[in-house]
């Protein structure tokens, strides 16, 4: 099956830099490559996908890449804001109808 | 637009209760999506319906965890009985065949003593 491995476990940046976060996966039948948001006590919320007809896609301050051939895909966020800090899960699966097999996540800190 | 309900929001149980947690997945999405949040073991799959129906349970632990879903406006998860170790954040997520994503609801958070 799926295994997703993500780094660093912890990210701490200053307010205005940029955070990357990079995730591998092992199952080249994926296809589907989200990020989520979760803030403490709240549920997951997606940010961004990318799917594998892509390699980059952006929205405002938020990116991510995806390299098929090495099986590896990141998050890159600029211009860090402090309501940025939250922990931000990768994931991968088949399609976004499929299951989800997530990374151990990454606490990111902004720090003013 | 209601997004994912999930409901109770919060339960505490003791050792050797059953729980029900329950689910009502967005208007229109076509699976469903039972995940189980531990600091140790991260975010991972129990079970998912398609249309209604179980298609991948492989991720409930024993037993003791049971799934249904009757329509396609209702799930629920059941433990029986219940232990300190399944102790978690309970998420359900509804999948959109459409937009092919899928949108978490808020979770239930549950203790058991």
Redesign the interface.
């Known amino acids: 099956g799926e295994n997703v491995e993500q780094h660093p476990s912890t990210l701490s940046v200053q307010e205005g830099d940029s955070a990357v976060i990079k995730c591998t996966y092992s199952d080249s039948a994926s296809n589907?490559f989200?990020w989520?948001k979760q803030e403490l006590g709240?549920?997951?919320?997606?940010i961004i996908?990318i799917r594998s007809n892509v390699g980059e896609k952006k929205d405002q301050r938020i990116a991510v890449t995806l390299n098929k051939t090495a099986k590896h895909f990141s998050l890159h966020i600029t211009e860090t804001q402090p309501e940025d800090s939250a922990v931000y899960?990768c994931a991968a699966s088949i399609?976004?109808?499929?299951?989800?097999?997530?990374?151990?996540?990454t606490r990111l800190s902004v720090i003013a | 637009d209601a997004g994912v309900i999930q409901s109770p929001r919060h339960e505490v149980t003791e050792m050797g209760q059953e729980v029900t947690l329950r689910c009502k997945p967005i208007s229109g999405h076509n699976s469903l999506f039972w995940y189980r949040q531990t600091m140790m073991r991260g975010l991972e799959l129990l079970i998912y319906f398609n249309n209604n129906v179980p298609i991948d349970d492989s991720g409930m632990p024993e037993d003791r965890f049971s799934a249904k879903m009757p329509n396609a406006s209702f799930s629920t998860l059941k433990i029986q009985p219940s232990e300190p170790r399944d102790s978690a954040v309970y998420f359900c997520a509804s999948g959109d065949r459409d937009t092919d994503t899928q949108y978490f609801g808020p979770g239930t958070r549950l203790t058991v003593l």
């Open positions: 589907y989200p989520y709240k549920r997951p919320q997606l996908d899960f399609s976004g109808n499929t299951p989800l097999v997530f990374g151990k996540g």
